[in-house]
């Protein structure tokens, strides 16, 4: 014992609403008296109620580190007329009208003394000093009643929820039943919004998809060459399976259709929003790059999952960049992600997504090893305007993107083992085929061995699509037969194409000094 302890239950600080304000009840006993006096410090000027509390989740491995998202905030007061009296409404419960106001809050904005000015109305906090402001966060808990946090998926891919597994992108998410119904909330990249995907079609309209087949992935396989279009196809639908091993550079004079054949080929699955008249690319690698590397880094460890076209690498600096952002896209290179104002959560490690660039120069050294780069020409279709036109055109884009978010339904029902299917594959049959046939090319051990990798990838991309398809019955099994020879023959002839020297470091510097004894920018001297 000891103390003047009166054996009352200690209890924690009570906050309440209470005549349209949140306020903290506070018991005192004046001195030399038995009785306790009940009285009320206002807090906030307003009734205020948190309505969710978010974290970022970024899909990474289990167990990391939660990073603080947001904090959404309704605020709640009694309107008063011009006279200084309040506005009575007979319909409310206490008689007064009231007026609301939201607010979205981020986590880390609550340690800076500056917050309160994010608030929609000013001076609703009755205290605006350090430890005001700390009771203000404390007694919007509190009157709240959350227990628990809400994840604000801030990189696409997938997730597991409920159980079940589920591809969360710009637009929403699609889980195995179709588009998620429920209260899903992003904090993507502003950027992202143009990758917002297509509703799938319904899982027992096999002619619908069947529809999407005939008039989005069929024109494509008819119009364009199989070896141009058919790596990007499926590296594609690969890269819904997680990050291929390995990019694809689309390299041409200007006007060849570079950037087109990679929207319609890569991002069109996604979104209807990538065209000539609309988005052309996400990113660009000009000249004078709108992104930097660094930008680049941050927003492509955001795209878990999905596709990035960085487009129309030119200029001075252009190999310089276009190698950069490959080796980046191989290797990593350190991201910063935003906790609280001050502090900063760093990785290294490579991002999640798929990468497609073009320009006019292509990757060199290492970089150009684990890159299938492929060479557009003028003459890649015999009439470019009509053919893109046809293939851009708002039905054929709504086609194929409602293929592809078909294709991610299918492939988030029984995902684990769907996914790990197609691993088996890959390193399985797939890589003993294309090790089969690249024993005849003159590449090197190590070349050879990184374009069997991205190979094996794409194919397993072809597979999964087809697969999805057969079991959609949306294509009969003579026409998935016909679709794959066309694929695989598309992507034999690119790798018989690709650059051996690329992978014996004495070419590639004979290939330099030629250029430069042609260009006069270097000369021979015996000294």
Request: include cysteine; proline fraction near 5%.
């Amino acid at each position: 014992g000891g103390g003047d302890d009166d054996e009352t239950p200690n209890r924690a600080a009570v906050y309440v609403h209470r005549h349209g304000q949140t306020v903290q009840v506070r018991t005192t006993r004046p001195r030399g008296s038995d009785t306790a006096h009940r009285w009320y410090e206002v807090v906030w000027t307003c009734e205020v109620r948190v309505r969710k509390i978010t974290y970022q989740d970024l899909a990474d491995a289990p167990g990391a580190p939660r990073i603080p998202g947001s904090w959404q905030i309704e605020l709640r007061r009694r309107i008063v007329d011009e006279s200084g009296h309040y506005v009575s409404d007979a319909n409310s419960i206490d008689g007064f009208a009231y007026e609301t106001a939201t607010a979205t809050i981020a986590a880390e904005d609550f340690h800076t003394p500056g917050w309160p000015d994010l608030l929609p109305w000013a001076g609703v906090i009755a205290n605006e000093t350090p430890n005001g402001r700390a009771k203000a966060r404390a007694a919007a808990i509190a009157v709240s009643g959350i227990r628990s946090t809400t994840p604000a998926f801030a990189a696409t891919g997938w997730r597991e929820s409920n159980g079940s597994a589920i591809y969360v992108h710009p637009g929403g998410a699609i889980g195995d039943s179709g588009e998620l119904m429920g209260d899903v909330t992003l904090d993507l990249p502003a950027r992202f919004g143009p990758m917002a995907m297509a509703s799938p079609v319904p899982v027992h309209d096999s002619q619908l998809l069947s529809h999407a087949v005939e008039h989005g992935l069929d024109p494509l396989i008819a119009t364009l060459p199989g070896e141009i279009a058919s790596p990007i196809i499926g590296y594609a639908f690969r890269t819904f399976l997680g990050k291929p091993r390995g990019s694809v550079h689309l390299m041409g004079a200007p006007g060849t259709g570079k950037t087109t054949v990679a929207r319609v080929c890569g991002m069109s699955w996604t979104s209807t929003a990538f065209h000539e008249h609309g988005h052309t690319s996400l990113f660009t690698g000009g000249d004078k790059m709108d992104d930097s590397m660094r930008a680049l880094a941050m927003l492509m460890h955001s795209a878990k999952d999905a596709l990035i076209l960085v487009d129309e690498f030119k200029g001075r600096t252009a190999q310089e960049r276009v190698n950069a952002l490959h080796t980046l896209f191989w290797n990593g290179a350190e991201r910063s992600v935003s906790t609280t104002r001050g502090q900063i959560r760093r990785s290294s490690g490579p991002p999640r997504c798929g990468l497609v660039t073009t320009g006019e120069v292509g990757s060199v050294g290492s970089s150009a090893t684990r890159t299938l780069t492929l060479a557009v020409n003028r003459d890649v279709v015999a009439d470019p305007v009509t053919v893109w036109s046809q293939l851009e055109s708002a039905g054929a884009r709504s086609w194929r993107a409602q293929l592809g978010a078909s294709f991610v339904q299918w492939l988030a029902a029984d995902h684990e083992k769907k996914i790990a299917a197609a691993q088996r594959y890959a390193t399985d049959r797939a890589t003993a085929a294309w090790q089969q046939f690249s024993a005849s090319l003159p590449h090197t051990d190590g070349l050879a061995g990184r374009l069997i990798a991205i190979a094996s990838d794409i194919t397993v991309g072809w597979a999964a699509l087809l697969q999805c398809l057969l079991d959609r019955e949306a294509i009969t099994p003579e026409r998935a037969d016909r679709i794959w020879q066309w694929a695989m023959e598309g992507l034999a002839v690119q790798l018989r194409a690709q650059d051996h020297s690329v992978g014996d470091g004495a070419e590639q510097l004979l290939t330099l000094v030629r250029e430069a004894m042609t260009s006069g920018a270097g000369h021979a001297t015996d000294r």
